[in-house]
């Protein structure tokens, strides 16, 4: 298994940027495929971005296509995720997780991911 802790969350304006992070510990980071969702009040968990083993494939939520950017270093054994013009509709907690489901597609439903962060809270104020 493996252990996730994210970092990076934080109040900011709207239009701004904050970059979070996901450490994971473990010897076999590069084997799982790892994601970012996000929960608001009142809403469901809800799929953001993922990035497949190797760093060279992503896929986007509509809501978040051009403004998040996803990254790995897989020798630092850390995701990142990158906001940028950030807005109110943004704000939630978000977490890490990690999957090792491969069916050939992306990993878009919570259930797929075994291992979760305890989340990192982003604020977007207006």
């Known amino acids: 298994q493996v252990q996730l802790v994210e970092s990076g969350g934080g109040l900011v304006q709207a239009g701004g940027s904050l970059r979070l992070s996901c450490a994971a510990s473990g010897r076999t980071f590069s084997q799982y495929v790892m994601g970012w969702f996000r929960q608001a009040p009142g809403k469901e968990r809800e799929f953001v971005v993922t990035?497949?083993?190797?760093?060279?494939?992503?896929y986007y939520a509509d809501s978040v296509k051009g403004r998040f950017t996803i990254s790995r270093d897989n020798s630092k054994n850390t995701v990142y995720l990158q906001m940028n013009t950030l807005q109110p509709e943004d704000t939630a907690v978000y977490y890490c997780a990690a999957s090792r489901v491969d069916t050939g597609s992306y990993n878009i439903a919570p259930s797929q991911y075994a291992y979760w962060g305890q989340g990192t809270q982003v604020t977007v104020s207006s």
């Open positions: 990035v497949n083993r190797s760093g060279g494939r992503t």
